[in-house]
């Protein structure tokens, strides 16, 4: 028995050989490439040990079927069985010094792995783990020969299949992906021992249910190749090697090429999909930042640790501007406020939302500027609170409100300069006829018609109309009324606002007329500025399929004419897109359109500011 | 005799051949459909595509049934006995098998044209650079599989290598195969090049062509044909081992190969360069802005100076761009991958922003680079952290110690916090327990001591040695390491005992702590206990006891911590979580994440002290929640 199994060992030197040969190339190829103290203990152990997926099982897959398909078959082959039969020794022991043999030789590849890797981490340890993880080294050991085993025992049974033994192979893997996808035990990806691997705190747990699995299956084909061994195999073989019929050929054909089919179309489909970004294409990557949660006595907050400064500085303000908002609205209730500062939207300063903010800390850096749009969003909390969230409710008709309020608020208690000085786009619209409270109140008319951002400015002054007329607590006093549903259900505009005006104790047209009255005092404090920046009277021209539209006129010093457009009436502000002019005009793509009309809207703009666009026309299009 | 031969032929192959005809042409006709789909922009993309795939695997599979099964079969004996010579019957095979391609791809392209002349103008001219392209192509393909298949069992590891070496070819050279041979044939100009025929192209497809028939019929003829049956025989199992090596090889080749390139340069659009003394400095240009102007002269300067001490052979590109979401004092490097250079990030348009905040992250980050990451081993590590301070501080103060300067107060608070020699070796350790910022101030004083003591040349060249940048960036490093370590280094560049430094150094921070201890014991010291406690059978809070001692002048600390893997290695500080509370002594804080059992944390608490200029933090402890 000795003798034979020193005669088989001799038989696998090659093969052992070649192991090391792929395993030196593998560590050298790293060695050449990268000082090997740098491997942190993750990537060695992580990558070198226990999470080998599913590329490596494949390899050792492959290394046992080259190893399998012509250990026992090359016997009947070679015709040498018959020699090996005239031997003392029985086919069970030739079976097994074979297998034990073929097993030894697979065991090879874990152990000089092992070896290269204690190798590294004598190399690589650092003051923060010096261990060399040797629970770690069996487990992974253990499980590899498990998957080995497994592995040996189907390329030998594989092996009397001959060429079928592929054609057998290639439909079980295309079985097991279509299993997996209903079952997902059985995906292969999870199937793979050293795959998914657990840890319970630094003890690797060994997926035993799995093991078993692995070992039941290897047994069983151990034991198929053994009967094939035995005598089966020769029959089956002698099968198998006959003339090749034609119809064993065009099944091999038809199935060779129903693959290739397969596969071009695969990436075809791959190709038109997603268009392969290049290998040599350059990539940056940019480390993550964690985030830091802080409670101040009313807000909840959580933001990156990339602005922790600018977010502390708010941080260190914020309850003071949540006090003087809840005065303004004589607010009492204990309130937690959740603030998110980890959105970094471009479109927003802030959002709210019942009683959770999102603001956008890169948006300002100031110290002022954040007050202000903490100032803004907090507002927006405690009117909804006041109202019991009725506000929401009637988001359509108390757009304005909300903002209008915000907005006052904001430049009330959190900006230095006067209130009406900031009112130049009320005076300008004032001007020009487009600040009426009929559309104000509407928004979707407002939006379709014009720009929903009036809704700020035109609001703005509303709200200052209310204080001026009725005093400060009136809009604390409409927003509570608001939370009587009795006044407000059914209704919506006008007829809404009148009945919270009457419920309030206030009147609608008294709030009204001072809209107007404050809207001509603007419209006289601005009245130069507004001079200077008369309506503009768009020049559109068509030209294949390209619209421009732009103008003569000049815009005064420091101010910027913008056109922008939308696909149609229903399109939402982000939908809307503003071009670059050039020589005075901007086009856009006829194909952008809906339906057979253009939309455009011009406007002024100053630096930094928001635009002030006239209301939105139409163009026919041919 | 020959009509024979093709008789034979086609009885023995004739229904693989129908076979693969009509795959062949069932293939083409979905391949046009799709390019029709796409609108690829002509019906003959199709033949183009059809040439490079379906194409060569039929000339693949008629070759393998001409020629290798006939000569594995070594049926080609029973041929010799007829009365045809040797370069008959092999001339026949050819030719047989190239009508047979050649055909197929010629009704190929007739159908495409057919269609594409419905949609577009198609001249003569046009027709006959078409036609040159793809008989051309289908000559040089064919010939090489039909000479291939003459080289038996050597064939599948031949073409294994022949693709690899083209692979590495095109990789490590500028040559670009899409445009020589029968690739630039059939490239995308196939279907709309119009006016020039591919004279180029052609005559080196025709000469190769001629060259792979001249092999095939040398191998096929000489010696009676028995060069072709001996290579036609099965493949020995060292044979097979020793084609598994040699592809193995060149697959390591070409990706050793690959690792080794150098790749070019990052580039910035828009930005401040300053390119003298072998130092290129690359700053983004932010619109209306001077501050990147200023910034490249500063950076620039302090890379010459630093190049200028440490002898560095070669600086690389430093490229800074300008991230308006970082606070002032946070920077980002990069991973660049396919480019070379250092690429940072940091906000230098910010109001708040200082240089001096900034200098230490870029010498660190740029020596780090610099030396390959050698200088970050332990027990050397201190040096390059203790040089990022060192090298501000040695412009603005001598070697003595001076409390103004913020890294020598920091330096004193190390002290109190303990520092031993075994921490100088065990550094990662030690940062872990002090903090970045003190364990960094520790290191400077260590070097501002050796200038003191040993004088600024000798400090100079011991610096020199230990941050080598001009080491391999590969095992040769290690080696280096192992052969040369810091003591020897040291004694080597210092000419005295390393251990003996160490002690005279901690001696030398204990009598710089008694000198600021007045300042130094008002600050505190942070000391936090931490316990798990259950929510559910399987789930925990962290809840962490800080001390503070004495109190600080502010009443928030910090809670910082991590969800770890099983692996303990340096983690980046800026991936930990913070949570910011009220202290008062006693108190208790509860961490705002339940941990699962079996998982592991690590977490701290800090405290930012303006006396230091920094957080001071209580020590990293990593658990398990058990």
């Given at each position: 028995?000795?003798?034979?199994?020193?005669?088989?060992?001799?038989?696998?030197?090659?093969?052992?050989?070649?192991?090391?040969?792929?395993?030196?190339?593998?560590?050298?190829?790293?060695?050449?490439?990268?000082?090997?103290?740098?491997?942190?203990?993750?990537?060695?152990?992580?990558?070198?040990?226990?999470?080998?997926?599913?590329?490596?099982?494949?390899?050792?897959?492959?290394?046992?079927?080259?190893?399998?398909?012509?250990?026992?078959?090359?016997?009947?082959?070679?015709?040498?069985?018959?020699?090996?039969?005239?031997?003392?020794?029985?086919?069970?022991?030739?079976?097994?010094?074979?297998?034990?043999?073929?097993?030894?030789?697979?065991?090879?590849?874990?152990?000089?792995?092992?070896?290269?890797?204690?190798?590294?981490?004598?190399?690589?340890?650092?003051?923060?783990?010096?261990?060399?993880?040797?629970?770690?080294?069996?487990?992974?050991?253990?499980?590899?020969?498990?998957?080995?085993?497994?592995?040996?025992?189907?390329?030998?049974?594989?092996?009397?299949?001959?060429?079928?033994?592929?054609?057998?192979?290639?439909?079980?893997?295309?079985?097991?992906?279509?299993?997996?996808?209903?079952?997902?035990?059985?995906?292969?990806?999870?199937?793979?021992?050293?795959?998914?691997?657990?840890?319970?705190?630094?003890?690797?747990?060994?997926?035993?249910?799995?093991?078993?699995?692995?070992?039941?299956?290897?047994?069983?084909?151990?034991?198929?190749?053994?009967?094939?061994?035995?005598?089966?195999?020769?029959?089956?073989?002698?099968?198998?090697?006959?003339?090749?019929?034609?119809?064993?050929?065009?099944?091999?054909?038809?199935?060779?090429?129903?693959?290739?089919?397969?596969?071009?179309?695969?990436?075809?489909?791959?190709?038109?999909?997603?268009?392969?970004?290049?290998?040599?294409?350059?990539?940056?990557?940019?480390?993550?930042?964690?985030?830091?949660?802080?409670?101040?006595?009313?807000?909840?907050?959580?933001?990156?640790?990339?602005?922790?400064?600018?977010?502390?500085?708010?941080?260190?303000?914020?309850?003071?501007?949540?006090?003087?908002?809840?005065?303004?609205?004589?607010?009492?209730?204990?309130?937690?406020?959740?603030?998110?500062?980890?959105?970094?939207?471009?479109?927003?300063?802030?959002?709210?939302?019942?009683?959770?903010?999102?603001?956008?800390?890169?948006?300002?850096?100031?110290?002022?500027?954040?007050?202000?749009?903490?100032?803004?969003?907090?507002?927006?909390?405690?009117?909804?609170?006041?109202?019991?969230?009725?506000?929401?409710?009637?988001?359509?008709?108390?757009?304005?409100?909300?903002?209008?309020?915000?907005?006052?608020?904001?430049?009330?208690?959190?900006?230095?300069?006067?209130?009406?000085?900031?009112?130049?786009?009320?005076?300008?619209?004032?001007?020009?006829?487009?600040?009426?409270?009929?559309?104000?109140?509407?928004?979707?008319?407002?939006?379709?018609?014009?720009?929903?951002?009036?809704?700020?400015?035109?609001?703005?002054?509303?709200?200052?109309?209310?204080?001026?007329?009725?005093?400060?607590?009136?809009?604390?006093?409409?927003?509570?009324?608001?939370?009587?549903?009795?006044?407000?259900?059914?209704?919506?505009?006008?007829?809404?606002?009148?009945?919270?005006?009457?419920?309030?104790?206030?009147?609608?047209?008294?709030?009204?007329?001072?809209?107007?009255?404050?809207?001509?005092?603007?419209?006289?404090?601005?009245?130069?500025?507004?001079?200077?920046?008369?309506?503009?009277?768009?020049?559109?021209?068509?030209?294949?399929?390209?619209?421009?539209?732009?103008?003569?006129?000049?815009?005064?010093?420091?101010?910027?004419?913008?056109?922008?457009?939308?696909?149609?009436?229903?399109?939402?502000?982000?939908?809307?897109?503003?071009?670059?002019?050039?020589?005075?005009?901007?086009?856009?793509?006829?194909?952008?359109?809906?339906?057979?009309?253009?939309?455009?809207?011009?406007?002024?703009?100053?630096?930094?500011?928001?635009?002030?666009?006239?209301?939105?026309?139409?163009?026919?299009?041919? | 005799?020959?009509?024979?031969?093709?008789?034979?032929?086609?009885?023995?192959?004739?229904?693989?051949?129908?076979?693969?005809?009509?795959?062949?042409?069932?293939?083409?006709?979905?391949?046009?459909?799709?390019?029709?789909?796409?609108?690829?922009?002509?019906?003959?993309?199709?033949?183009?595509?059809?040439?490079?795939?379906?194409?060569?695997?039929?000339s693949?599979?008629?070759c393998?049934?001409?020629v290798?099964?006939?000569?594995?079969?070594?049926?080609?004996?029973?041929?010799?006995?007829?009365?045809?010579?040797?370069s008959?019957?092999l001339w026949?095979?050819y030719?047989?098998?190239f009508?047979?391609?050649?055909?197929?791809?010629?009704?190929?392209?007739?159908?495409?044209?057919?269609?594409?002349?419905?949609?577009?103008?198609?001249?003569?001219?046009?027709?006959?650079?078409?036609?040159?392209?793809?008989?051309a192509f289908v000559f040089v393909t064919y010939s090489f599989f039909f000479m291939m298949g003459l080289l038996?069992?050597?064939r599948?590891?031949l073409?294994?290598?022949l693709?690899?070496s083209l692979?590495?070819?095109?990789?490590?050279?500028?040559?670009?195969i899409?445009?020589h041979g029968p690739l630039?044939l059939?490239?995308?100009?196939?279907?709309?090049?119009?006016?020039?025929?591919?004279?180029r192209s052609l005559v080196e497809c025709v000469t190769a062509g001629g060259v792979f028939i001249g092999i095939a019929m040398l191998m096929g003829l000489v010696?009676?044909?028995?060069v072709a049956?001996?290579?036609?025989?099965?493949?020995?199992?060292?044979?097979?081992?020793?084609?598994?090596?040699?592809?193995?090889?060149?697959?390591?080749?070409?990706?050793?190969?690959?690792?080794?390139?150098?790749?070019?340069?990052?580039?910035?659009?828009?930005?401040?360069?300053?390119?003298?003394?072998?130092?290129?400095?690359?700053?983004?240009?932010?619109?209306?802005?001077?501050?990147?102007?200023?910034?490249?002269?500063?950076?620039?300067?302090?890379?010459?100076?630093?190049?200028?001490?440490?002898?560095?052979?070669?600086?690389?590109?430093?490229?800074?761009?300008?991230?308006?979401?970082?606070?002032?004092?946070?920077?980002?490097?990069?991973?660049?991958?396919?480019?070379?250079?250092?690429?940072?990030?940091?906000?230098?348009?910010?109001?708040?922003?200082?240089?001096?905040?900034?200098?230490?992250?870029?010498?660190?980050?740029?020596?780090?680079?610099?030396?390959?990451?050698?200088?970050?081993?332990?027990?050397?590590?201190?040096?390059?952290?203790?040089?990022?301070?060192?090298?501000?501080?040695?412009?603005?103060?001598?070697?003595?110690?001076?409390?103004?300067?913020?890294?020598?107060?920091?330096?004193?608070?190390?002290?109190?916090?303990?520092?031993?020699?075994?921490?100088?070796?065990?550094?990662?350790?030690?940062?872990?327990?002090?903090?970045?910022?003190?364990?960094?101030?520790?290191?400077?004083?260590?070097?501002?001591?050796?200038?003191?003591?040993?004088?600024?040349?000798?400090?100079?060249?011991?610096?020199?040695?230990?941050?080598?940048?001009?080491?391999?960036?590969?095992?040769?490093?290690?080696?280096?390491?192992?052969?040369?370590?810091?003591?020897?280094?040291?004694?080597?560049?210092?000419?005295?005992?390393?251990?003996?430094?160490?002690?005279?150094?901690?001696?030398?921070?204990?009598?710089?702590?008694?000198?600021?201890?007045?300042?130094?014991?008002?600050?505190?010291?942070?000391?936090?206990?931490?316990?798990?406690?259950?929510?559910?059978?399987?789930?925990?809070?962290?809840?962490?006891?800080?001390?503070?001692?004495?109190?600080?002048?502010?009443?928030?600390?910090?809670?910082?911590?991590?969800?770890?893997?099983?692996?303990?290695?340096?983690?980046?500080?800026?991936?930990?979580?913070?949570?910011?509370?009220?202290?008062?002594?006693?108190?208790?804080?509860?961490?705002?994440?339940?941990?699962?059992?079996?998982?592991?944390?690590?977490?701290?608490?800090?405290?930012?002290?303006?006396?230091?200029?920094?957080?001071?933090?209580?020590?990293?402890?990593?658990?398990?929640?058990?």
């Amino acid at each position: 028995m000795l003798a034979l199994l020193r005669k088989e060992f001799r038989s696998r030197i090659p093969f052992l050989l070649l192991i090391l040969f792929f395993t030196l190339v593998s560590y050298g190829a790293q060695a050449l490439t990268e000082p090997l103290s740098l491997t942190s203990t993750e990537k060695l152990y992580g990558d070198g040990l226990i999470e080998l997926g599913m590329e490596y099982a494949i390899t050792v897959f492959v290394l046992s079927l080259a190893l399998s398909y012509g250990l026992l078959v090359r016997e009947f082959d070679d015709r040498t069985i018959e020699f090996l039969d005239a031997l003392p020794v029985s086919r069970t022991q030739l079976f097994f010094a074979k297998w034990f043999s073929a097993f030894c030789t697979l065991a090879f590849v874990p152990i000089v792995d092992i070896f290269f890797v204690l190798g590294i981490r004598a190399l690589s340890t650092t003051s923060l783990d010096r261990s060399y993880h040797f629970d770690w080294i069996m487990t992974s050991l253990g499980l590899q020969l498990v998957q080995m085993y497994c592995f040996l025992s189907i390329g030998l049974v594989l092996s009397f299949l001959r060429r079928f033994g592929w054609l057998a192979l290639g439909l079980f893997g295309w079985s097991m992906m279509i299993a997996g996808r209903f079952i997902p035990e059985l995906d292969l990806s999870n199937l793979v021992l050293c795959g998914d691997p657990q840890f319970f705190g630094k003890r690797w747990l060994v997926p035993w249910q799995l093991v078993f699995g692995y070992l039941a299956v290897g047994s069983l084909a151990l034991l198929m190749a053994y009967g094939l061994f035995l005598g089966g195999g020769r029959v089956l073989l002698r099968w198998l090697a006959g003339s090749e019929s034609r119809a064993k050929q065009v099944v091999l054909v038809g199935c060779s090429a129903a693959i290739v089919f397969v596969v071009l179309g695969i990436m075809t489909q791959t190709i038109l999909e997603e268009p392969p970004e290049s290998p040599d294409a350059v990539r940056v990557t940019y480390p993550g930042w964690a985030t830091t949660s802080r409670s101040t006595e009313t807000y909840d907050v959580v933001f990156p640790n990339n602005l922790a400064n600018r977010a502390n500085r708010l941080l260190d303000e914020a309850d003071g501007v949540y006090a003087s908002v809840a005065e303004f609205f004589d607010f009492e209730e204990d309130l937690r406020i959740s603030v998110d500062m980890t959105s970094f939207s471009g479109h927003h300063l802030g959002t709210a939302y019942w009683n959770k903010l999102k603001l956008n800390l890169t948006s300002h850096e100031d110290l002022p500027s954040l007050r202000q749009t903490l100032g803004h969003e907090t507002t927006h909390v405690i009117l909804e609170s006041l109202s019991d969230n009725q506000l929401r409710e009637n988001f359509g008709s108390v757009r304005f409100f909300h903002e209008g309020v915000a907005t006052y608020v904001e430049r009330r208690f959190f900006m230095d300069e006067e209130l009406t000085e900031l009112r130049l786009n009320a005076a300008l619209l004032q001007d020009r006829g487009d600040a009426s409270f009929d559309r104000l109140v509407d928004n979707d008319r407002l939006r379709a018609e014009h720009d929903s951002f009036l809704a700020y400015e035109l609001g703005e002054v509303f709200a200052a109309a209310i204080v001026r007329r009725f005093g400060d607590e009136a809009i604390g006093n409409l927003a509570r009324t608001f939370a009587d549903r009795r006044h407000s259900e059914g209704l919506s505009g006008v007829l809404l606002w009148r009945s919270i005006f009457q419920a309030s104790g206030y009147s609608l047209n008294e709030a009204v007329d001072e809209y107007y009255e404050l809207l001509e005092e603007t419209q006289q404090i601005h009245a130069d500025t507004v001079a200077q920046l008369p309506e503009l009277r768009p020049i559109v021209e068509l030209e294949d399929a390209v619209i421009w539209v732009g103008t003569e006129q000049v815009p005064p010093d420091g101010w910027e004419i913008v056109v922008r457009f939308r696909s149609s009436t229903n399109a939402t502000d982000d939908q809307y897109w503003v071009v670059k002019l050039v020589d005075g005009y901007g086009y856009a793509m006829l194909d952008s359109f809906v339906g057979r009309a253009a939309w455009y809207q011009i406007g002024y703009r100053q630096r930094n500011k928001m635009p002030i666009y006239q209301p939105w026309k139409k163009v026919r299009i041919p | 005799m020959i009509r024979t031969l093709i008789r034979k032929d086609l009885i023995e192959h004739g229904w693989m051949f129908a076979m693969v005809i009509a795959m062949s042409l069932f293939g083409f006709l979905l391949v046009l459909i799709g390019t029709t789909l796409q609108e690829a922009g002509s019906s003959l993309d199709s033949v183009r595509f059809y040439g490079v795939t379906l194409n060569i695997v039929m000339s693949m599979v008629i070759c393998n049934r001409l020629v290798v099964h006939e000569y594995s079969g070594k049926t080609q004996l029973f041929l010799e006995g007829l009365p045809v010579s040797r370069s008959a019957m092999l001339w026949t095979k050819y030719l047989l098998g190239f009508v047979i391609v050649a055909s197929t791809m010629a009704c190929c392209f007739l159908f495409a044209l057919a269609i594409a002349s419905r949609q577009e103008m198609i001249g003569l001219r046009f027709v006959l650079i078409m036609t040159s392209r793809w008989v051309a192509f289908v000559f040089v393909t064919y010939s090489f599989f039909f000479m291939m298949g003459l080289l038996g069992r050597y064939r599948i590891p031949l073409y294994a290598c022949l693709g690899l070496s083209l692979m590495i070819l095109s990789d490590a050279t500028s040559l670009d195969i899409t445009q020589h041979g029968p690739l630039a044939l059939l490239n995308d100009k196939f279907a709309f090049e119009r006016f020039e025929f591919p004279v180029r192209s052609l005559v080196e497809c025709v000469t190769a062509g001629g060259v792979f028939i001249g092999i095939a019929m040398l191998m096929g003829l000489v010696r009676e044909g028995s060069v072709a049956s001996l290579l036609a025989e099965r493949m020995s199992h060292r044979e097979k081992l020793f084609a598994a090596v040699v592809i193995f090889s060149l697959l390591f080749t070409g990706s050793f190969l690959d690792e080794k390139r150098k790749p070019d340069p990052y580039t910035i659009p828009n930005a401040y360069v300053r390119e003298s003394n072998q130092v290129s400095v690359y700053v983004e240009s932010i619109e209306d802005d001077v501050v990147g102007d200023q910034l490249a002269d500063q950076i620039h300067a302090d890379l010459v100076s630093m190049r200028d001490y440490l002898a560095i052979e070669s600086v690389p590109e430093l490229f800074l761009v300008n991230r308006r979401d970082l606070d002032s004092d946070q920077f980002e490097p990069a991973k660049l991958q396919n480019a070379s250079g250092i690429l940072l990030r940091a906000n230098y348009v910010s109001s708040d922003w200082k240089y001096e905040t900034f200098r230490p992250f870029l010498i660190d980050v740029s020596l780090s680079r610099i030396s390959h990451f050698n200088a970050i081993h332990e027990p050397q590590c201190w040096v390059l952290e203790g040089f990022s301070e060192y090298w501000p501080r040695h412009e603005a103060f001598d070697a003595q110690w001076n409390e103004s300067a913020a890294v020598d107060r920091r330096a004193a608070y190390g002290v109190l916090l303990g520092v031993e020699e075994e921490d100088i070796d065990q550094w990662y350790r030690y940062r872990d327990r002090v903090g970045e910022s003190i364990a960094r101030s520790i290191a400077c004083s260590g070097l501002v001591f050796a200038e003191r003591k040993y004088g600024a040349e000798k400090l100079q060249s011991f610096l020199r040695e230990v941050m080598r940048t001009d080491q391999p960036d590969d095992v040769r490093a290690d080696l280096h390491r192992l052969r040369l370590p810091i003591e020897k280094v040291w004694q080597q560049t210092i000419g005295s005992d390393y251990r003996e430094f160490l002690r005279d150094w901690l001696e030398e921070v204990d009598s710089l702590y008694q000198t600021f201890s007045e300042r130094i014991d008002k600050i505190p010291r942070l000391t936090a206990d931490a316990s798990w406690v259950p929510k559910s059978a399987i789930t925990y809070e962290l809840v962490i006891t800080p001390r503070c001692q004495p109190n600080a002048e502010t009443n928030s600390i910090t809670v910082r911590y991590e969800e770890l893997s099983a692996f303990d290695q340096w983690q980046p500080d800026r991936l930990a979580e913070s949570q910011i509370e009220l202290y008062e002594p006693g108190s208790t804080i509860t961490v705002n994440e339940s941990f699962a059992v079996g998982s592991r944390a690590r977490w701290t608490t800090s405290l930012y002290v303006p006396q230091l200029e920094c957080d001071v933090i209580s020590g990293w402890q990593r658990e398990e929640v058990k």
